[in-house]
């Protein structure tokens, strides 16, 4: 187990990490601002699982494989590069109607548990179809780590704990902030237009970043 020091300098760097822009956060600031912090929190949480994935990897030495092998790197890769299109294609096909009454003010107001599942499934998958986090994990974990105090996996599984926590809070607070915003957009039709495009080109973008990344 890392010492007390060592997570406390981790947790800070680790919601640093979470408040640059990157795709995991752009996800949750757009579908907050569509769907409502309910469905943001969701994405949230699903986006911390994910971390639980990439984190047992490491502390397994399943990131070193992937690592080492330019075919399963490259697979991951455009299986994420091909969710995110879909994402892109979807937002861009998005309903409008007038008055803002649309189909995301009617999860804002009840989120079934069956909504609830989905879109923590989404989060799941776009953590863990991006390579990227995955080696990065591989990297950034271990410096922390300290074989002085013991096996390395616990070392970092515990770290991977702590950047889940940083990552709920950093995450969830731009959940809240941007599903509050989104209420106020949403009340006319020409901004859910406009947001949906905005979303749909972000998407398309990280798309088309994710498919051309090099390990």
């Known amino acids: 187990m890392p010492d007390l020091q060592t997570l406390i300098a981790f947790f800070g760097v680790a919601v640093l990490l979470g ?30 699982l994910g971390l639980v994935g990439h984190t047992t990897a490491v502390a397994l030495g399943l990131a070193a494989m992937v690592a080492a092998s330019p075919m399963l790197f490259t ?65 950034f974990l271990p410096q922390f780590a300290d074989p002085a105090r013991g096996s390395l996996a616990p070392q970092v599984m515990a770290l991977g704990c702590v950047f889940m926590l940083a990552t709920l809070l950093v995450f969830g607070s731009i959940a809240c902030g941007s599903g509050l915003f989104g209420q106020i957009l949403l009340r006319s039709a020409r901004a859910q237009r406009w947001l949906n495009r905005i979303a749909a080109t972000v998407f398309g973008a990280l798309a088309l970043r994710l498919a051309l990344v090099q390990r």
């Not at 795709?23 to 309910?38: C, E, H, I, M």
């Not at 994402?87 to 079934?112: F, H, I, K, N, Y």
């Open 75 to 139: 697979a991951i890769k455009l299986c994420g590069a091909a969710y995110l299109a879909y994402l892109a294609w979807g937002a861009w096909r998005a309903p409008v109607s007038a008055g803002g009454q649309m189909q995301a003010r009617s999860e804002r107001d009840r989120l079934t548990w069956r909504s609830a599942l989905h879109w923590t499934g989404r989060g799941v998958l776009m953590n863990l179809s991006n390579p990227k986090v995955l080696i990065f994990f591989l990297a």
């Open 19 to 48: 408040l640059s822009p990157g795709p995991d956060n752009l996800f949750v600031l757009l579908q907050s601002a569509q769907r409502g912090w309910r469905v943001g929190l969701c994405v949230v949480l699903g986006l911390c």
